[in-house]
């Protein structure tokens, strides 16, 4: 088996989601750690927190692979007394490498957008317009929904605690929209490309009401729920992507929402 090293798994991640990809204003990439330093085994989750890095640890992982970056904005300070700085000093300490894949990820075939498009069971999935990149999709139910049963659907097949449903009339989902965590940006785009509705999460009050008065309806299923099928989706990704190597990837599959349903 060939040796592995932070090198290795970056440039596997990079083919899937090349970094050309990511928004400007994203931080995806490796931010923590050595791209020479050898790695036996991955741990691949949605958000490093406190919890997941224990988890690496327990493991004996040599690599956090995570959708969210760990860091956004320049570090100013690394405090131990603050979140952050604690972090990245457990990180240090044990040697513990982070490399994120964020907006490049859902922008990417086969990517966030993609894979949450496959759980609803959408069809003829494609980019919005002609565009070769895109965040948002654009697919079609095999079966035409109303507006309740399609959140019902959403509900089910993401696993979520609860899904919010801005019903925007009497009339039933065809054709719809969708992109993974915060995408409500992208509801009027689906709408003037034909969709009856949109999947998305983190929708606001007032995205609500203009979804309401241009006819179409808005499920909003969470952050947590429309991204976190990516996790199961890459590291089985990496599995293919690095048979060859000697290398182990485990799946964070205890990840929870930090909403709940009270």
């Known amino acids: 088996m060939r040796k592995c090293t932070v090198q290795t ?76 700085g604690n972090k990245l000093a457990r990180l240090i300490k044990n040697n513990l490498a ?16 993609d894979v949450l498009a496959k759980k609803i069971g959408l069809v003829d999935v494609k980019n919005f317009d002609d565009e070769e990149f895109s965040l948002g999709r654009l697919g079609t139910l095999e079966t035409p929904m109303t507006a309740a049963d399609f959140a019902r659907h959403v509900k089910n097949v993401l696993n979520a605690d609860n899904v919010r449903l801005v019903d925007a009339g009497n009339f039933l989902i065809k054709k719809v929209g969708l992109c993974g965590g915060a995408g ?34 808005v499920v909003d299923a969470g952050h947590f729920a429309t991204e976190f099928p990516i996790v199961h989706e890459l590291a089985d990704y990496l599995r293919e992507e690095l048979k060859d190597f000697d290398v182990e990837i485990f799946e964070d599959e205890a990840a929870k929402d930090f909403f709940v349903t009270i």
Not at 190 to 213: C, I, L, M, R, S
């Open 9 to 84: 798994v970056a440039d596997a991640v990079n083919r899937l989601a090349p970094k050309k990809l990511a928004e400007e204003w994203d931080n995806p990439g490796l931010l923590v750690g050595d791209p020479s330093a050898e790695v036996k085994k991955i741990f691949v989750c949605l958000d490093v927190l406190d919890e997941k890095i224990s988890r690496a640890l327990e493991l004996d992982a040599q690599l956090i692979v995570a959708h969210h970056p760990l860091i956004f904005h320049a570090v100013k300070n690394v405090r131990f007394d603050l979140p952050l």
């Open 98 to 113: 982070v490399f994120a894949a964020h907006t490049n990820l859902d922008t990417a075939a086969g990517g966030v957008n």
């Open 184 to 217: 409500a940006d992208f509801i009027m785009k689906a709408k003037f490309f034909g969709a009856q509705a949109f999947v998305t999460g983190d929708v606001k009050y007032h995205e609500a009401q203009a979804a309401v008065e241009n006819k179409i309806h």
